[in-house]
C-alpha cells in the first residue's frame, strides 16, 4: 500500500513540468511533445490502484502469513496414490 501511494505521489510530481510546458511547445510547433500526454494516463491507474489499496486494507485489515511447518509431506501424497 505504502509503494503504491509512493509511486503515485511521485510519477505525478515529476509530471507537473513535462504537462505545463505543452502549450509553450505547441506554439513552436513541437508536435513531439505531445508524447508527454500519455503520461497522464499513467499517473491516473497509479492513483487508482493506490486508493484500491487503502479501500483493501480498511475492508481485511492486515492479513498475518503464518506457514505451516510441513506444507506438503510426502506421507499425504503417497497415501493418496497408493504407491
Do not use: H
Not at 508527454?36 to 492479513?63: D, H, M, N, Q, S
Amino acid at each position: 500500500m505504502y509503494v503504491a501511494w509512493f509511486l503515485a505521489v511521485v510519477w505525478s510530481a515529476l509530471l507537473i513540468p513535462g504537462v505545463s510546458q505543452i502549450p509553450t511547445e505547441l506554439e513552436q510547433e513541437n508536435y513531439y511533445i505531445l508524447l508527454i500526454a500519455f503520461f497522464p494516463l499513467v499517473a491516473l491507474i497509479l492513483w487508482y490502484r493506490a486508493i484500491r489499496k487503502i479501500l483493501e486494507r480498511r475492508r481485511f485489515g492486515t492479513v498475518p502469513f503464518r506457514m505451516d511447518p510441513y506444507p506438503g509431506g510426502i506421507a499425504a501424497i503417497s497415501g493418496v496414490f497408493r504407491i
